[in-house]
């Protein structure tokens, strides 16, 4: 199957700082983005869907001015954490898939994400 | 509206014991159903999916069969082995979505001794 690279696979950072993930799509065009946040022993969250050069769409309950995303190239998206706080450390999953009604969704590896 | 229930775990197994994981859902239009699965500390990985009704997705042993008129998509493998450790979600995407988002179960931990 298609290849994400999700990065970094795990990171360690202070409160109040922030902090960038990306997600690569390796050897496919990433039409859509997907990031999820998953908490220990539990399913998986849909933060929001991106699609390459518009704004990301956010799921209720999800701060948009917390976890930023950008989607500017057909096989890379960033979600950022900003002013993070130990409330926030999680495993935060990226999927992507191509054009089509019918294409598979492909999962990065995740980033553990711990703020102390 | 779209959701998958599935099987609460953790589900603790010998090798070479026959396993069943049971998923149901609800969903808008004909959506198509997915196994995935999620070993520790990465990120899930497509184990099967069917796309329509009475289709068997199968992969590694694993099997599971998209039936419509019990609205379910069990997971079943005739014999487990201790790699086949991991947590396994099952999972919808509505026929109606055109940007293919995945509706997930919550997620059943298998555990396999030797």
């Known amino acids: 199957g298609a290849v994400v690279s999700q990065h970094p696979s795990w990171v360690i950072c202070k409160s109040g700082t922030s902090v960038k993930i990306e997600c690569r799509s390796l050897d496919f065009q990433a039409t859509t983005m997907f990031w999820y946040r998953q908490f220990p022993k539990q399913s998986l969250m849909l933060m929001a869907t991106s699609n390459e050069g518009s704004k990301a769409t956010y799921e209720q309950g999800v701060e948009k001015d917390k976890f930023l995303i950008n989607h500017a190239s057909l096989t890379l998206s960033t979600l950022t954490v900003t002013s993070a706080h130990p409330e926030d450390s999680s495993f935060y999953i990226c999927?992507?898939?191509?054009?089509?009604?019918?294409?598979?969704?492909?999962f990065g590896q995740g980033t553990r994400l711990t703020v102390v | 509206g779209n959701s998958v229930t599935q099987m609460e775990g953790p589900v603790t197994l010998s090798e070479e014991a026959f396993l069943t994981i049971n998923c149901t859902y609800t969903?808008?239009?004909?959506?198509?159903l997915f196994w995935y699965v999620q070993y520790p500390g990465e990120g899930l990985q497509l184990l099967l999916k069917a796309t329509k009704a009475d289709d068997k997705g199968s992969n590694k042993g694993f099997e599971a069969t998209y039936r419509k008129e019990t609205t379910s998509f069990h997971l079943e493998k005739g014999s487990v082995q201790v790699s086949d450790s991991a947590v396994y979600f099952c999972a919808l995407r509505s026929g109606g979505s055109t940007l293919g988002r995945l509706y997930f179960g919550r997620g059943t931990q298998l555990t396999v001794w030797p």
């Open positions: 969903a808008t239009g004909y959506p198509s």
């Open positions: 999927s992507a898939r191509g054009d089509g009604q019918n294409t598979e969704a492909f």
